[in-house]
T-cell receptor, first 109, second 114 residues
Framework: GQNIDQPTEMTATEGAIVQINCTYQ??????LFWYQQHAGEAPTFLSY??LDGLEEKGRFSSFLSRSKGYSYLLLKELQMKDSASYLC??????????WGAGTKLIIKP | EADIYQTPRYLVIGTGKKITLECSQT?????MYWYQQDPGMELHLIHY???????EKGDLSSESTVSRIRTEHFPLTLESARPSHTSQYLC?????????????FGPGTRLTVL
């Protein structure tokens, strides 16, 4: 079956750096998304990776290794508003979007 | 960024009632989706549409139906609500220019069936 694994919950300190990992086992690969979802709200788009390497966008960066079926989202200079769930999603070979359960990130002062 | 709206935001109803969850987008996106999400769980696709008069069932078995008569409107109907339908329902849309379009989400409807 198809599967995306993410840690259920992570805790970090305001101002620090945190890395949220995502590993996937899917039938083919056509790209990977990261979304942010605050409690009770809609997911909002953060990044999209289709080629190997690091994509940087302000405080957020996303990395992809297709050969390892692995991605991470790196958040720098953490702020309290970064407390949210972070969802990883992969397009498989049939262009079905497979979602992970998300990682709940708790930021402490 | 897409503007996508869902109503109602919260709904509490009794078992057996018929309900329609509304979803509208103003960006002219061809593709629209309905997802179901329980707390701490992944999104499950229940219906999608690639354009007017096109609707398909997703990977999650659902007792709901959808229609796509206008590009901007994609309502979801439950003919007879049951407690098992209690969940968060998220509507999304994407431009339809690529198979790997970014999806943009509405704020969701939190449904509770008593």
């Amino acid at each position: 079956g198809q599967n995306i694994d993410q840690p259920t919950e992570m805790t970090a300190t305001e101002g620090a750096i945190v890395q949220i990992n995502c590993t996937y086992q899917t039938s083919g690969f056509n790209g990977l998304f990261w979304y942010q979802q605050h409690a009770g709200e809609a997911p909002t788009f953060l990044s999209y990776n289709v080629l190997d390497g690091l994509e940087e966008k302000g405080r957020f960066s996303s990395f992809l290794s297709r050969s390892k079926g692995y991605s991470y989202l790196l958040l720098k200079e953490l702020q309290m508003k970064d407390s949210a769930s972070y969802l990883c999603a992969v397009w498989d070979s049939n262009y079905q979007l497979i979602w992970g359960a998300g990682t709940k990130l708790i930021i402490k002062p | 960024e897409a503007d996508i709206y869902q109503t109602p935001r919260y709904l509490v109803i009794g078992t057996g009632k018929k309900i329609t969850l509304e979803c509208s987008q103003t960006m002219g996106h061809d593709k629209m989706y309905w997802y179901q999400q329980d707390p701490g769980m992944e999104l499950h696709l229940i219906h999608y549409s690639y354009g007017v008069n096109s609707t398909e069932k997703g990977d999650l078995s659902s007792e709901s139906t959808v229609s796509r008569i206008r590009t901007e409107h994609f309502p979801l109907t439950l003919e007879s609500a049951r407690p098992s339908h209690t969940s968060q329902y998220l509507c999304a849309s994407s431009p339809g220019t690529s198979d790997t379009d970014t999806q943009y989400f509405g704020p969701g409807t939190r449904l509770t069936v008593l």
